[in-house]
């Protein structure tokens, strides 16, 4: 299951962590994040102990948005070691998110 990501905890969750983290923006009322959001559910469990995946909901999580520059949802960032290694904007084949995640695995 994909973990939860908020303004509260970003930083010793994502940002602190030498595993690439995957972390998918997302809101309720967006379409396209609910059609990804089985695909990061999925890619969280095959990669369980390989890296982490999460989501931040925009709305109630504004502050991790704004500092990433997050126009367009979804937006997912591939983050390790605090740096940016990777991103996708908008919906993509889950063939192409495990391709990035297993770049950046080791």
């Known amino acids: 299951m994909a973990l939860t990501f908020t303004d509260a905890n970003f ?11 995957l972390v998918d923006f997302w ?8 059609m990804i959001g089985p695909v990061v559910e999925e890619l969280a469990t095959e990669f369980e102990g390989r890296a982490k995946i999460g989501k931040v909901n925009v709305d109630d999580n504004p502050g ?14 591939f983050i390790k070691n605090g740096e940016i290694v990777d991103k996708q904007v908008g919906v993509a084949p889950k063939s192409v998110l495990q391709q990035k995640l297993e770049a950046h695995i080791g």
Do not use: F, K, M, N
């Not at 809101?27 to 609910?34: H, L, M, Q, S, V």
């Not at 991790?64 to 960032?77: D, E, M």
């Open 11 to 21: 930083q010793t969750e994502v940002l602190d962590q030498d595993q690439v983290t």
């Open 27 to 34: 809101a309720e009322w967006c379409g396209p994040c609910r």
């Open 64 to 77: 991790v948005a704004s500092q990433y520059g997050i126009r367009s949802i979804p937006t997912l960032l």
